[in-house]
Nanobody, 124 residues
Framework: QVQLVESGGGSVQAGGSLRLSCTIS????????MAWFRQVPGKEREGVAA???????SYADSVKGRFTISKDNAKNTLYLQMNSLQPEDTAMYYC??????????????????WGQGTQVTVSS
């Protein structure tokens, strides 16, 4: 069973930065398309950023220019660098992995495995 474990969440003030990490328990990140999603209570889980096996990236419009997704295949670790955080970025952030072949970067149903989430809280 593939397990994803997120870390790095916390509380920051608006304008601050955080870096989220996600480690995978089996195989290598090179085998999967990876993504970060976020969810607030009462709302749908939304795609934030995704990275394909070849390193191609995709971002939600709301985070373009502020967030950067990257991966270190040697460490089996996925990252999300979040800068210029705003209160509307407050959410539970989830790491996701897909073994699918037709990349649908920010589509929730494309992903097969999910982490438990890490909370990000941004105060004004």
């Amino acid at each position: 069973q593939v397990q994803l474990v997120e870390s790095g969440g916390g509380s920051v003030q608006a304008g601050g930065s955080l870096r989220l990490s996600c480690t995978i328990s089996r195989y290598s990140y090179s085998s999967y398309c990876m993504a970060w999603f976020r969810q607030v209570p009462g709302k749908e889980r939304e795609g934030v950023a995704a990275i394909d096996r070849d390193g191609s990236t995709s971002y939600a419009d709301s985070v373009k220019g502020r967030f950067t997704i990257s991966k270190d295949n040697a460490k089996n670790t996925l990252y999300l660098q979040m800068n210029s955080l705003q209160p509307e970025d407050t959410a539970m952030y989830y790491c996701a992995a897909s073994y699918g072949v037709a990349w649908s970067p920010l589509l929730k149903n494309y992903y097969n495995y999910w982490g438990q989430g890490t909370q990000v809280t941004v105060s004004s």
